[in-house]
């Protein structure tokens, strides 16, 4: 299996010392998400409401 993520980080979360800790925010927030409902409809919003990203698991094959 596979987990892909996509993070937007041109917005105004995301300006100047903000982008560390939003970064940080919204992976903790996923991860909690994970935990609570499992690995589903992964879209990221950044502390304004406003969607950055999103996430999706694939079967990915194993190369040898």
Do not use: Q
């Not at 100047?16 to 994970?34: H, T």
């Not at 609570?36 to 919003?45: A, C, D, E, H, S």
């Amino acid at each position: 299996m596979h987990i892909s993520l996509t993070m937007n980080v041109d917005n105004a979360a995301f300006k100047g010392e903000n982008m560390v800790p939003e970064i940080v925010r919204i992976l903790r927030k996923l991860a909690d998400d994970i935990d609570t409902n499992g690995v589903r409809g992964m879209k990221l919003r950044d502390v304004n409401g406003n969607t950055s990203g999103s996430g999706r698991l694939t079967a990915k094959p194993v190369l040898s």
